[in-house]
């Protein structure tokens, strides 16, 4: 079993800057998919980005445009999601997920909710204008 715990959201204005962090704990051995979502009150989850097992392939959503960029901690089985140039539209709960017993991330499956079969509780972001 993987427990994920995000944190790092807050308040801040458009254009600021915020660094989220997801540390996974429970399961040791081995490396596993990770991945970022985001959703906003009354909106269905959407992917923000997620980075390979190996950790040499990256994955960003649509939306994200070079403003967001994922990156992993391996020694303390942590991710990041730094986060610049921030937009109100940006404002939602951040989910972090994990890849454990599914399959390895593909360009086809990166962006789907059921790739991932752990998740923590979020982390609110707000963007103010």
């Known amino acids: 079993q993987v427990q994920l715990v995000e944190s790092g959201g807050g308040l801040v204005q458009a254009g600021g800057s915020l660094r989220l962090s997801c540390s996974a704990s429970g399961r040791t051995g081995g490396r596993y998919s990770r991945g970022w979502f985001r959703q906003a009150r009354g909106k269905e989850r959407e992917f923000v980005a997620a980075?390979?097992?190996?950790?040499?392939?990256?994955y960003y959503g649509e939306s994200v445009n070079g403003r967001l960029t994922i990156s992993r901690h391996n020694a303390e089985n942590t991710i990041y999601l730094q986060m610049n140039s921030l937009k109100p539209e940006d404002t939602a709960t951040y989910l972090c997920?994990?890849?454990?017993?599914?399959?390895?991330?593909?360009?086809?499956?990166?962006?789907?909710?059921?790739?991932?079969?752990?998740w923590g509780q979020g982390t609110q972001v707000t963007v103010s204008s």
């Open positions: 980075i390979n097992r190996s950790g040499d392939t990256t």
């Open positions: 997920a994990a890849g454990v017993y599914g399959p390895a991330l593909t360009e086809s499956n990166v962006s789907q909710a059921r790739t991932y079969d752990y």
